[in-house]
């Protein structure tokens, strides 16, 4: 990093700025959405988190404009929008047809609070209106650019298509094959996170594609090291269920590589993306941190 650069105090400015804008565009939701639905979307949107989709959104952005809010009111949509999908993920990923946890970010997870039908619609509700936060307002060309940018990264062809190469029950224990699951399952969302902050902001095709190269690198770092702290760290750390995937037989880097060679990997994606936006950051600055702490962080 470079001197001086306080990327803890950073970090906590660019979560609240983001929490603020959750805020604003949930209750503009809320207006028109049932009391219920809206709580149940509530509950799990603002919930807290590392917020990291979305601060590598205005990060990007803020990156190409060279100044804080660069990418105006598309940058802001664009983040609430991918931290929507996100979230519906996440309450999605916990029902008991699929992961069936009962803690997310140590509360009780939607279903568990709201039911299954209503943490159903409440995800899907997120995600389509996350879909009509980022495509609605000027200018219209850019807006469809974003809207189209991250519903792709969402889909059957992203993260949608990850989970279902997650879930199959003849997985091979094969590190090519956890290398693509998880760039569509995580890679996809962190990617478009990346290039949305870029489209958002006006940049040109270099800067796009290093944000590219940028955010698929930290997805795989993002994962390896998720898949480390499942292993080391306790349920009260990552205020979840750990050994999840161990436990259902689910095949995690650990597993198919080993522990030291799953931090070299996780290490060697970080030392990619670096060296990617060298061309937004000539010195390491808020992105090259941010890639770091893919692996760094506690839980």
Same mark, same amino acid.
């Given at each position: ?14 979560? &609240? ?8 565009? @949930? ?13 149940? @979307?509530?509950?799990?949107?603002? &919930? ?18 060279? %100044?804080?809010?660069?990418? #105006? ?9 991918? /931290? ?13 047809? @699929?992961?069936? !946890? ?13 039911? /299954? ?9 997120? *995600? ?15 807006? +469809? ?8 990264? &969402? ?12 879930? %199959? ?18 890679? %996809? ?7 949305? #902050? ?5 940049? #040109? ?10 955010? /698929? ?11 480390? *702290? !499942? ?14 995937? +161990?436990?259902? #037989?689910?095949?995690?880097?650990? +597993? ?18 670096? /060296?990617?936006?060298?061309?937004? =950051? ?6 090259? &941190?941010?890639? @770091?702490?893919?692996? =760094?962080?506690?839980?």
């Amino acid at each position: 990093m470079g001197a001086g650069f306080d990327f803890d105090g950073w970090l906590k400015r660019q979560q &609240a700025r983001v929490e603020a804008l959750l805020a604003a565009r @949930m209750d503009a939701i809320a207006q028109r959405t049932p009391a219920k639905l809206a709580e149940a @979307m509530r509950y799990s949107l603002l &919930a807290g988190g590392k917020r990291l989709r979305p601060v590598l959104v205005l990060a990007f952005a803020d990156a190409v404009a060279r %100044a804080s809010n660069g990418g #105006g009111e598309p940058a802001n949509d664009a983040a609430c929008a991918v /931290e929507m999908i996100h979230t519906y993920s996440l309450v999605h990923d916990d029902l008991p047809a @699929m992961d069936d !946890d009962d803690l997310r970010r140590g509360r009780p997870t939607s279903h568990k609070m709201f039911g /299954e039908a209503m943490a159903i619609l409440a995800g899907d509700a997120l *995600l389509t209106d996350a879909l009509a936060t980022v495509a609605t307002g000027d200018p219209a060309a850019i807006r +469809a650019l974003l809207a189209s940018e991250l519903a792709l990264a &969402a889909g059957g062809g992203g993260m949608v298509g990850g989970q279902v190469l997650d879930i %199959a029950v003849d997985r091979p224990a094969e590190l090519d094959y956890l290398v693509r699951l998880h760039r569509l399952k995580t890679g %996809a969302l962190l990617k478009a996170s990346c290039r949305l #902050g870029v489209l958002a902001a006006g940049g #040109g095709p270099e800067v796009l594609k290093a944000a590219e190269i940028y955010g /698929e690198a930290i997805g795989l770092a993002f994962q390896i090291a998720d898949d480390v *702290l !499942d292993v080391t760290a306790t349920p009260e750390q990552m205020g979840k269920p750990t050994r999840a995937d +161990a436990d259902a #037989g689910r095949h995690t880097f650990p +597993a198919v590589v080993g522990l030291e060679q799953a931090r070299l990997l996780a290490q060697q994606s970080v030392r990619t993306a670096m /060296e990617a936006v060298r061309v937004l =950051e000539p010195e390491s600055g808020p992105l090259a &941190a941010l890639a @770091m702490y893919t692996v =760094e962080r506690t839980h």
